[in-house]
Nanobody, 125 residues
Framework: QVQLVESGGGLVQPGGSLSVSCVAS????????MGWYRQAPGNQRELVAS???????NYAASVQGRFSISRDNAMNTVSLQMGSLEPEDTAVYYC???????????????????WGRGTLVTVSP
């Protein structure tokens, strides 16, 4: 059974930095993409950043230039370094991973998704 476990959340002052990490276990395969989503109270869950197995990254416009995602395929980990944090970054941060699987002989495929339970990041004076 695949499990994603986050760590590193906490309280930080505006303008500060914080890192969150996620380690995957129970998978006998490599994930295609790993990344981070966040959900603030009253808001929908949104993508923060993702990284493919080849190292191609994607960032939400709101965190571009402030956050940096990295991945260690051998260790099955993904980390998010957050800088210049703002109160608007306060949210529960969820680790996400997916894997593309072929579902028929024609080559059709779907993505299997995996989620962590989340870690709270609070940006406040």
């Amino acid at each position: 059974q695949v499990q994603l476990v986050e760590s590193g959340g906490g309280l930080v002052q505006p303008g500060g930095s914080l890192s969150v990490s996620c380690v995957a276990s129970g998978n006998r395969f490599s994930f295609d993409s790993m990344g981070w989503y966040r959900q603030a109270p009253g808001n929908q869950r949104e993508l923060v950043a993702s990284i493919t197995s080849d190292g191609v990254t994607n960032y939400a416009a709101s965190v571009q230039g402030r956050f940096s995602i990295s991945r260690d395929n051998a260790m099955n980990t993904v980390s998010l370094q957050m800088g210049s944090l703002e109160p608007e970054d306060t949210a529960v941060y969820y680790c996400h991973a997916d894997r593309r699987v072929v579902i028929n002989v024609e080559g059709a495929y779907k993505y299997l998704e995996y989620w962590g339970r989340g870690t709270l990041v609070t940006v406040s004076p």
